[in-house]
C-alpha cells in the first residue's frame, strides 16, 4: 500500500504580525523622538544661529547684511582686551577645576568612612551646590568688603588684625577671591560625584588589600583611584563645560571690571553683545570659546573610546 503524506502547512502571514513588527523597529525612535526635536529647537538652531551671526556683518539692530569675510574673528583676535580675557579663562577654568577636584576628593574620603553625624555633615556640604550662584557670589561680595565685611569683623575681633584690611587691593587679588568662590560652590559636585563611586567599591578589596598586608596609601592609590577614575573623570569633564562657561559669580562680584581685568569670555561677549552693540563680534567670540570646549570634548571622547578598545 502506498502511504499518501499530508500537505504542509504554510503559515500566512498576517497584517497584525507585520503591523507589530514594524513598530517594535519604530518604537526606539518614537521615544526619542521628544528629545531630538527639543535638543534641535533649543540646542542646533541656536549654535547654527550664531554661526551665521559669527560669520556675517551684523547692524545695531541685529539684522544679517551677508558674509564678511571673517571680518568679525579678525576684530576679536586683534583686540588687546581678547588676549587678556582669554588668559583670565583659561587660569579661572584650570584653577577652580583643579583645586575643586583635588579637594572634593579629599572630602569624599572623608564623607565615605562611617562616624557620627555623616549623614548632617553630607547635607551641610551639598548647601553651597544647591544655593544660587548669585546668592553665594553676593555673599562672598559681602564677606571681603573693607568697610563691613564679615571677615574682617571677625578678625577684629579675634584680635588677629587691629583695623580693617583692604582685601581686593588690586583687580588680581579680586580675581584672586572669585576663583575662591568657584571653587567653594564647586566642590559639592566632585564630592558627591566622587562619593557615589566609592560606595559602589565592594569591601572586600581592602579586607583583602589589609591582610596582605597593604598601607593606606597603597589602598589609595591601587584599589580606590583606578575604581573611582571613571567617576572622576566624567565630574572633571563637566566641570570643565560648566566653570568654562560661568557667568554669575564673576558678573555678581566685579563685572569684570575694572577696564575688563577680572573678564572671561562669556562676561565679554555679553558685554560685547549688550553693552557695545557689537553683536557680531560677542557671536565670534561666543564660536571660538564652543570650539574650545568641542576640542575638550572630543580630546575626551577620544580617550575614552581608546581606552574601552583596549579592555575589550
Not at 16 to 19: I, L, N, V, Y
Not at 224 to 236: A, E, G
Not at 261 to 268: A, E, N, Q, S
Not at 279 to 290: D, N, P, Q, R
Given at each position: 500500500?502506498?502511504?499518501?503524506?499530508a500537505?504542509?502547512?504554510v503559515?500566512?502571514?498576517?497584517d497584525?504580525?507585520?503591523?507589530k513588527?514594524?513598530?517594535?523597529k519604530?518604537?526606539?525612535?518614537?521615544?526619542?523622538a521628544?528629545?531630538?526635536?527639543l535638543?534641535?529647537?533649543?540646542?542646533?538652531?541656536?549654535?547654527i544661529?550664531?554661526?551665521r551671526?559669527?560669520?556675517?556683518?551684523?547692524?545695531?539692530?541685529n539684522?544679517?547684511?551677508?558674509?564678511?569675510?571673517?571680518?568679525?574673528?579678525?576684530?576679536?583676535?586683534?583686540t588687546?582686551?581678547?588676549?587678556?580675557?582669554?588668559?583670565?579663562?583659561?587660569?579661572?577654568t584650570i584653577?577652580?577645576?583643579v583645586?575643586s577636584?583635588?579637594?572634593?576628593?579629599?572630602?569624599a574620603l572623608?564623607?565615605?568612612?562611617?562616624?557620627?553625624?555623616?549623614?548632617?555633615?553630607r547635607a551641610?556640604?551639598?548647601?553651597?551646590w544647591?544655593t544660587t550662584?548669585?546668592?553665594?557670589?553676593?555673599?562672598?561680595?559681602?564677606?571681603?568688603?573693607?568697610?563691613?565685611?564679615?571677615l574682617?569683623?571677625?578678625?577684629?575681633k579675634l584680635?588677629?588684625?587691629?583695623q580693617?584690611m583692604?582685601?581686593?587691593?588690586?583687580?588680581?587679588?579680586?580675581f584672586?577671591?572669585e576663583i575662591?568662590?568657584?571653587i567653594?560652590?564647586t566642590?559639592?559636585?566632585v564630592?558627591?560625584c566622587?562619593?557615589?563611586?566609592?560606595q559602589?567599591?565592594?569591601?572586600?578589596?581592602?579586607?583583602?588589600?589589609?591582610v596582605d598586608g597593604a598601607?593606606?596609601?597603597q589602598?589609595?592609590?591601587?584599589i580606590?583611584?583606578?575604581?573611582?577614575?571613571?567617576?572622576?573623570?566624567?565630574?572633571?569633564v563637566?566641570?570643565?563645560?560648566?566653570?568654562f562657561n560661568s557667568?554669575?559669580?564673576?558678573?555678581?562680584?566685579?563685572?569684570?571690571?575694572?577696564?575688563n581685568?577680572?573678564?572671561?569670555?562669556?562676561?565679554?561677549l555679553?558685554?560685547l553683545?549688550f553693552?557695545n552693540g557689537r553683536?557680531?563680534?560677542?557671536?565670534?567670540?561666543?564660536?571660538?570659546?564652543?570650539l574650545?570646549?568641542?576640542i575638550?570634548a572630543?580630546?575626551?571622547?577620544?580617550?575614552t573610546?581608546?581606552?574601552?578598545?583596549?579592555?575589550?
Open positions: 500500500m502506498s502511504k499518501t503524506t500537505p504542509k502547512t503559515p500566512v502571514k498576517t497584525a504580525g507585520s503591523g513588527r514594524v513598530f517594535r519604530v518604537e526606539p525612535y518614537i521615544w526619542i521628544p528629545s531630538v526635536i535638543m534641535a529647537v533649543f540646542i542646533l538652531i541656536p549654535i544661529s550664531v554661526f551671526m559669527a560669520l556675517n556683518k551684523v547692524t545695531k539692530t539684522q544679517l547684511k551677508g558674509f564678511n569675510n571673517f571680518e568679525n574673528f579678525i576684530k576679536v583676535v586683534k588687546p582686551t581678547f588676549a587678556l580675557v582669554l588668559k583670565n579663562t583659561l587660569v579661572w584653577a577652580v577645576v583645586l577636584t583635588l579637594l572634593g576628593f579629599m572630602l572623608v564623607l565615605n568612612n562611617k562616624f557620627r553625624g555623616r549623614k548632617i555633615a551641610i556640604v551639598v548647601f553651597p544647591a550662584l548669585v546668592i553665594q557670589a553676593s555673599a562672598w561680595g559681602f564677606i571681603i568688603n573693607k568697610d563691613y565685611g564679615t574682617n569683623t571677625l578678625l577684629m584680635h588677629i588684625i587691629s580693617p583692604n582685601w581686593t587691593p588690586s583687580p588680581e587679588a579680586y584672586a577671591w575662591a568662590c568657584g567653594f560652590v566642590i559639592p559636585f564630592t558627591f566622587v562619593l557615589s563611586g566609592l559602589s567599591i565592594d569591601s572586600s578589596y581592602y579586607e583583602a588589600a589589609t598601607t593606606y596609601w589602598k589609595l592609590f591601587k580606590t583611584l583606578p575604581l573611582v577614575k571613571s567617576s572622576l573623570t566624567v565630574s572633571t563637566l566641570n570643565i563645560i560648566y566653570v557667568f554669575p559669580i564673576i558678573w555678581t562680584m566685579t563685572k569684570g571690571d575694572p577696564a581685568r577680572t573678564d572671561t569670555l562669556v562676561t565679554y555679553y558685554k553683545a553693552y553683536s557680531g563680534e560677542a557671536a565670534a567670540v561666543s564660536v571660538i570659546g564652543f574650545i570646549l568641542l575638550c572630543s580630546v575626551y571622547m577620544i580617550y573610546l581608546r581606552k574601552g578598545d583596549g579592555d575589550l
